[in-house]
């Protein structure tokens, strides 16, 4: 079953995407768009948190945290993480963990 992501048409895009198993190309789409606020493979400059290296495990808490409205003070996070199955953000957590800082 595909299903469109609501956060993607926020930037003018319909993607879909196979829910049961992301291949790493479709990861690497969702974690794109995390981009323009995390910078290019999670290096962000400035002030923005770099996502780039932070382990697995962190990533996915803080995305449950705000999918599940547990940080009362974000910006646009708390929507964009209601847009991600829990597999998918197993999976973008897993891809920025991966990335060097």
């Known amino acids: 079953m595909k299903k ?3 956060w993607l048409l926020c ?3 319909a993607t879909m995407f196979n829910a049961q ?3 790493p190309s479709q990861v690497r789409s969702l ?3 995390c981009a323009a606020c995390h910078g290019t493979n999670g290096n962000a400059q400035g002030s ?3 996502l780039a290296g932070t382990p697995q495990q962190v990533i996915a808490q803080k995305m449950q945290d705000y999918k599940a409205g547990r940080v009362p003070t974000a910006t646009i ?3 964009l993480a209601k847009g991600y199955t829990d597999d998918e ?3 973008i957590a ?5 990335q060097k800082k």
């Open 4 to 6: 469109i992501i609501p």
């Open 11 to 13: 930037f003018g895009t």
């Open 21 to 23: 198993a992301e291949t």
């Open 31 to 33: 974690a794109a768009s």
């Open 48 to 50: 923005m948190v770099t």
């Open 77 to 79: 996070m708390h929507q």
């Open 89 to 91: 953000i197993n999976a």
């Open 94 to 98: 897993a891809y920025f963990a991966a």
